[in-house]
């Protein structure tokens, strides 16, 4: 597992940290989640997306259904294999609506394959 990059967005107090890794089994994207949960424990959401060949899963972690859909949108649209794309969210205290949150998780995701 690779590390590729990593972004922050910060919107109305709550806090978005992108990363990117490359990654070649599914035993990977586990030892990975369960590292950044010990590191940030105080998070409030860990959300991810991981494709390895066939084999996809996008994780939403109690966020609003559909609001992380942007994170397997992207690894489709940029024909992304072997990759795992994590966001860790740092909830800032203000609600921020279905759309709003959709497009923030959809935009952190971008920053990191901005060239």
């Known amino acids: 597992m690779i590390k590729l990059n990593e972004s922050y967005l910060e919107i109305k107090k709550s806090k978005f940290i992108g990363l990117v890794y490359k990654i070649d089994s599914t035993i990977e994207v586990d030892e990975i989640i369960s590292s950044l949960k010990k590191e940030h424990k105080k998070a409030k959401h860990i959300v991810y997306a991981f494709k390895i060949g ?5 994780y939403s972690d109690k966020e609003p259904s559909g609001t992380t859909r942007g994170l397997i949108d992207i690894i489709h649209r940029k024909n992304l294999d072997n990759v795992l794309i994590v966001v860790i969210r740092y909830f800032g205290g203000i ?3 279905s759309g709003p949150l959709t497009r923030t998780y959809t935009k952190v995701v971008s920053m990191l394959f901005v060239e």
């Open 54 to 58: 066939g084999n996809e899963k996008n």
């Open 95 to 97: 609600l921020l609506g």
